[in-house]
């Protein structure tokens, strides 16, 4: 039986307060401006290769930016951050100025708007990292995903109901606030000792890192790369809704994951999203065409990505890179993800000459395949915490029956 008393008590909630917050503050930001971002690119009147360009200048900015402020936020990371916050700020603000007419300003301002995403976003989560403790981290990581999910779909709410340049606004205040409230958390923040930080190279040689993310790259590949087919298949209506209701069963599940990765481990329910996606696309292989399909594609979809949001993207890499400085690990693990977005892109033109079968059929079987290295992929809970609290457990429970019999 899970004791969620038994993982929440572990948690310092004054220290880890400005961590859920940066972390919520920024991943609403992310996923709300990402979507203006893209609404205001497609709505241009330019040619299909000028918008290519732009989403590939945005994306290469991520990455570019992410590796940068891996290496030399970590100096002084808490007031690199706050710079972050504003510069977020001040680049949603910029959402205003693209315009179809200056093709060079739009290229640089979807560069500065990727910058402004990816430079911070390790630091980010390494903050979030070392502000927790092993034993605990994927329950709060999955309490901050629980609160995405629910923001981000009320949020896409109001951002159909009013304009856009309305959103953009909102945006802006979103992160401003965030900055604000964020300095004022960590106004009396104690600084974190002094961690090696290990090289790209060594990390990419690292057996237990590479069996995480093999498994992780082909998912974002796969998962990213079956959208336009998706799209087409659901309908784009139908699978807007899919997409919505996804964000209530990532808010339910997320933090419902992260509980059972601090009680059980999180390879358990890694291997558990990984066999419930593989299950979702050979049912989808077989009856895609039916009503059915979409019903069950928006559960086991929208509860896998739950779990992977509080374990896969928050607790793992940070797991991995326990007495080590984290950002390295985060952008490893989180570029996959960021980027992949871009493989659906690349893939909308061609999507109509695609077999719904044959990539289903190709999707379910990678993903029934990333989940071989996961088998020999090592525990990053450590064995003592799992035995340290079915122990605990059981005393409580054996207090509770002589309670009740004494």
Not at 122 to 134: H, Y
Not at 181 to 201: A, D, N
Not at 299 to 326: H, N, P, Q, R
């Amino acid at each position: 039986m899970i004791s969620i008393s038994a993982v929440r008590e572990k948690i310092v909630w004054r220290e880890t307060a400005p961590s859920i917050f940066l972390v919520l503050n920024s991943f609403v930001w992310y996923v709300i401006t990402y979507v203006v971002f893209s609404t205001i690119v497609n709505g241009l009147e330019l040619i299909e290769t000028e918008k290519l360009s732009l989403f590939a200048t945005y994306f290469l900015g991520v990455a570019v930016s992410a590796i940068f402020g891996s290496k030399f936020f970590p100096h002084a990371r808490v007031k690199f951050l706050y710079l972050w916050l504003f510069m977020g700020a001040a680049a949603t603000l910029l959402l205003i100025t693209v315009s179809s007419n200056g093709m060079w300003v739009n290229v640089l301002f979807a560069l500065f708007l990727g910058v402004s995403i990816g430079i911070g976003l390790p630091s980010c989560l390494s903050f979030f990292a070392d502000s927790t403790s092993i034993e605990n981290r994927g329950f709060v990581g999955g309490i901050i995903w629980s609160g995405v999910g629910f923001i981000v779909l009320f949020l896409l709410f109001l951002v159909s109901m009013f304009g856009r340049w309305e959103a953009v606004v909102a945006l802006t205040i979103w992160r401003v606030f965030g900055g604000f409230t964020f300095m004022f958390l960590t106004r009396q923040h104690e600084k974190f000792g002094v961690q090696k930080s290990p090289s790209y190279l060594e990390l990419v040689r690292k057996r237990d890192v590479l069996l995480y993310l093999f498994p992780w790259i082909m998912f974002s590949l796969i998962n990213f790369a079956e959208v336009p087919l998706l799209e087409r298949v659901f309908g784009a209506e139908s699978f807007t809704f899919v997409g919505l209701v996804e964000f209530v069963f990532i808010g339910i599940f997320a933090s419902v994951g992260g509980i059972i990765a601090d009680v059980v481990g999180r390879k358990r329910v890694v291997i558990t999203g990984f066999v419930m996606l593989g299950i979702e696309y050979a049912a989808l292989s077989v009856f895609y065409d039916s009503p059915v399909a979409l019903y069950l594609f928006m559960t086991l979809d929208g509860i896998t990505w739950g779990l992977f949001f509080s374990v896969f993207f928050m607790a793992i890499w940070g797991d991995l890179g326990e007495g080590y400085e984290k950002e390295k690990y985060y952008t490893l693990g989180g570029l996959p993800f960021l980027l992949a977005n871009f493989v659906s892109i690349l893939i909308r033109p061609y999507a109509s000459a695609i077999s719904p079968t044959a990539a289903f059929s190709f999707a379910s079987f990678f993903l029934f395949l990333a989940v071989l290295p996961l088998m020999y992929a090592p525990e990053t809970l450590p064995e003592k915490k799992i035995k340290e609290r079915e122990l605990k457990e059981y005393v409580e429970k054996a207090k509770k029956i002589k309670e009740k019999y004494g």
